[in-house]
């Protein structure tokens, strides 16, 4: 129903915050992250999912595109309710939640609250299926990669799963190894592949 929300920040606590559009004042649950990232007073850009039950309407939002593509992943699992995939990104960034999933890590995953060993594991099985899914369907789709790329295309390893966890965030296979190609060098570690993937877009 609503991809973004555009408004100024009125009102933060520590699970919402209040943002006005129009005269209209949208509460917008969200992690610690999205919260300690604005000010009141600021215009701001949330990216927006609305839970729709029977009695309540609960919008969740989120300051950036790679927080909500995390999100709406942990919510597919079952098991994982909102409040608990908001719990997962306050205890860590989407980077280092992909390469929890990626490394199977299931303890860092159940370090968030209401996550217990046994839905830790749920989740990496859950979403590794899913991403490896998504990277073999879409592997034949990239004809072209650059010339950075083709050095390092063939790396596999770290190289491969750091690919696996930008598609998560929503990049597609070629993006995503462009992304990769144009910041990896040997020696990295995957969490730092990935997060410097994504700064360079």
Do not use: W
Not at 135 to 155: H, I, K, R
Request: charged residues 25%; aromatic residues 8%.
């Amino acid at each position: 129903m609503f991809d973004f929300i555009r408004g100024f920040v009125r009102k933060l606590e520590a699970e919402y915050c209040v943002v006005e559009v129009g005269g209209v004042g949208f509460r917008i649950y969200t992690s610690l992250s999205s919260i300690g990232s604005v000010d009141v007073g600021e215009e701001v850009v949330f990216y927006t999912h609305l839970v729709v039950k029977e009695d309540d309407m609960t919008l969740f939002g989120f300051a950036t595109d790679d927080e909500l593509s995390a999100f709406e992943l942990l919510i597919s699992v079952s098991g994982v309710g909102p409040k608990v995939a908001v719990g997962i990104l306050s205890q860590m960034s989407p980077a280092d939640f992909c390469t929890a999933v990626i490394s199977e890590n299931h303890k860092a995953i159940s370090q968030a609250k209401g996550v217990g060993p046994k839905l830790a594991q749920r989740i990496v099985l859950e979403l590794k299926d899913k991403i490896k899914k998504t990277f073999d369907d879409q592997a034949s789709a990239a004809q072209s990669v650059g010339a950075t790329e083709t050095a390092v295309v063939n790396a596999g390893g770290v190289f491969d799963e750091a690919v696996e966890a930008l598609m998560v965030l929503g990049y597609n296979t070629q993006k995503a190894r462009q992304a990769v190609g144009r910041v990896y060098s040997d020696g990295m570690t995957l969490e730092d592949l990935v997060k410097a993937a994504l700064k360079a877009g």
